[in-house]
């Protein structure tokens, strides 16, 4: 099966260089919680995901694209291949390959995991949508959940048993959860009954696994307007008998599938909780549990968010990077044209590369997609620091880093993946734009990774408005500081002119923030974040490609050649971007601000 | 059917402001050949394609894209509202409109005749695509052709009884036409016979019809290599009897459909020539007849190809329009959060327009699809100027200028315009990204106008490699000079800094060209093409808006603040973006050029 060689979803080669040669993550290794692994286990985890990922997620990555699943009398329908597919991947143990031993992990880092996840969504974004859910939901309900209530949900999770979800938007509030309207009303036996609508639920409703396990905002009757009522609420598809099986189904009802451009394999659902169709009468009502305290729902969801936010990002990277290396392959094989200097019919055609546009096209596609997968598993790095480091203080530094970095690994591979994915199509030209060849699709599936988790806007809010004022700005000058060292490390090698740009464009990200806030007008200070955002996120991916070149060393060979090539680009093509946003967030341009509804 | 209003196609108000208050095409009418013409003519055309295109063209937009054109039993299948949308175009005459009385035609000016057509293309792009199509090769072979063949087959196809093609592509050959092996055997009545595949043939094969005329390039035996031994033909589907009908089939043959993400509705086709499938033994070979010089096909060609080029523009241009009408309208209606100073969850949603991020979001639409829509309506009028205007001086001066734009109409409005569809989806959100609303057709059915009629990397090729050096530089002088006259006239008034920034962007449109050609190595002079071509793009939009904004005077009202506001928003958000990449042409900057195949 030539097309789903492991060779077009990820480059190795560039896993290994970002896992080992920069991140360093074989010094993990010495920590007390990995203290069982070694190297060689964790290449023969990414070698699995790899192998995996290209013998049962690719090959039914355009089928399930062609024949999306359908709502046939109140149940999903879907192609078999999705459940076969997760079969495999359960069975060689990728729902707790991170998780505690006693839940019946391996404990492997997280860096780790993420990295043998982004082989299964470069193979097939859509069928892998269901173990990230169902371990963001796992992840979720173990940190905020009770003994019990780990014990009944998580682990069938873990073990691929259970599939989870997150509801948290309403037909009438999306990104705006202080107004959504679900309502929980308490038992006598501490249990509440939910009723109310949710939607834009992915993996809402299946029969991939026993049962799903939704992860629910609602309001306890009687709890304050907006966001400081919201509660947790872990409420399953099916009731649990004695043995923790699932037995009769619980009031929650799928209404209908959402159809979308792309992701068209993971189902996308409209869900009625309580309407009683399931539990009539008097018992009507969806059986839930409140998941940590009352009203504290929205904290807790963050939880997931972020760490789902963070996966949207290394999702969105890893078709950026599977859709560059169908468009590197296509360009070395079509012959097409000749260069300007050499236009002699006589002459036989030469394979696209040689043009310097399509170059410039590849090299473009390799500065985002590469940058943005190293970003995200420089996040994910810091996850295993924020759980794992010796001192409490390095554990700290990681949170608040992660904090700092998480609107920005979400948005950047988001938005400049998605220029990749349309990179490609260019490059394959009228070929790309058809159905044979995978790179439009990549492009439709990834035009959803700037929606959700949170839109561009919504992330720029937490940018410039939450992120670089906590703390009094700590988390924005702790960035900063790393940044300027790593532009000083650059200042007397073959990158001195990099680590200078960098240090320009790092001092601006924070005198624009600091002149945006300075008058105290929230409006007027957010008004532009989508700006600060864009430019923020092109600094850190500048510092990103500069930290690689950096520990590409004195090292020779074309691998190292081509990294430091691709930073030099994204330094001389996109770093200088940043000046014009910075200038409009600095001086408060009000050209959107001012701008009336009447005049459109 | 409340989604059909002429109002979210395109802005009645907006194409009036162009037409009449810019580019003032009542003054074309005392000019001889539009005599008969008045302004209350041109408004009852103009209505009259918004008329149909809302209830004719739009209702089926969404169906075609879900039920593309099948390949039965050798013929195509499409569903019937096509045909019969069609069949109303041809009978209000939209097929003639433009063309001499002795064609049969109202003697339209052509920017009206553009002008109605846009309202097609935001209605249906895929459907008006035939149209298109046959108006193309029409005026082509009405240019090259005998009277013969003009009455032969032009005549019918102004009257929409025959449809049109342009067969250039072959599968080893998509942008080098150099390279195609399509060869035509000259026959002893004059004839030819032409054998070869012809690739991404849009409008290649239907029954929407009497018969369909291809005009194709072919090699006739024995001729140069490369672009010196191009000829252009003209075959027919059907040879005609005697009386001018369509009667036996001609020897071409569908031999598939391309399956593409968007513009499902036009077929997409490969056509064998000659393979005998209708006229076997030796009478195989497809019959056609040689139009104008053997030997001088390509620049025939090209006649076609410019004015498809303005028309893709222009059709992106309308969906960018129609996008972002769709967006204004969800805006103004969606409520959702609300305004970072007034968080109380007391107070009721604001509806989305609200937010200052989504008026950026719709102001970039606004100046994206208003700009692009506006500079290929003026070269529409340039086309009648070219024709008409009474000084020959002025029509050679209107053909340069029309030279030195057409790259830039082609490439700048599917560039930007698919922009402008993608910010739409994220105006509308989760719901932008379902089939449930129409942006997400619009952004797929856009991706192709970057591709088809020439890449950007072609369109760049051609600005810097042809146009700014054709006749010694002079058609970049002129469009140099009538930059800096819109400039000038700014000085004084409330755009004054705006004229500032133009006159400098100006200046290095011609410094950044002669620059790159300095050193006189072609290689390295179009290695940085596309980016030439991208600022090029920003400057003339900018000029246009410029233009726009100066063109509202003093006038008050809601309609003009929009215009000054759009034409502030382009100047201060994306014309600083051009020094960036004058920036890299100017030095030559070699990122891509020096990156080698092995390094990627």
Known sequence: ???????????????????YEWLNVESLLSRPRFADLDRATLDGVLDTAARIAADHFAPHNRKADMSEPTFEDGRVKMIPEVAAALD??????????????ALGGLQ??????RA??????????????????????????KAHGTTAQIDAFVRPMLEGRFFGTMCLSEPQAGSSLGDIRTRAAPQDDGSYRLYGTKMWISGGDHDLSETIVHMVLARVDGAPEGVRGISLFVVPKHLLDDKGDPDARNDVVLAGLNHKMGYRGTTNTLLNFGEGAYRPGDRAGAVGWLVGEANQGLAAMFHMMNEARIGVGLSAAALGVTGYLHALDYARHRPQGRPASAKSPETPQAPIIAHADVRRMLLAQKAYAEGALALNLYCARLTDDEATAADPEARADARLLLDMLTPIAKSWPSQWCLEANSLAIQVLGGSGYTRDYPVEQFYRDNRLNPIHEGTHGVQ??????????????????????????????????????LGRALGRANARLGQAAALAWKAGDPDRALANASAYLEAAGHVVIAWTWLEMGLACGDK???????????????FRWELPKVDLLFDLVERGDDAAFAMRDAWF
Do not use: C
Not at 1 to 12: G, I, V
Not at 108 to 113: A, Q, R, S, W, Y
């Open 116 to 141: 043998a996840f982004a082989w299964f969504q470069a193979a097939n974004i859509a069928t892998t949508a269901y173990p990230f859910l169902t371990l963001g939901a796992a992840n979720l309900l």
């Open 108 to 113: 492997l880092p997280n860096v780790v995991e």
């Open 556 to 570: 020779v060979g074309d691998f190292y050649e081509g990294k430091r090539q691709a930073a030099r680009y994204f």
């Open 88 to 101: 495999v991947f359960r069975d060689a143990g990728f729902f707790s390959g991170a998780q505690d031993y």
């Open 460 to 497: 720029g809010l937490d940018l410039l408005g939450r992120k670089v004022v906590m703390q009094e700005g700590a988390g924005l000058r702790r960035l900063q500081r790393l940044i300027d060292m790593t532009a000083q490390a650059a200042a007397d090698g073959e990158f001195h002119l």
């Open 1 to 19: 099966m030539a097309s789903f060689e492991t060779s077009r979803l990820l480059s190795k080669r560039d896993l290994d260089f970002v896992l």
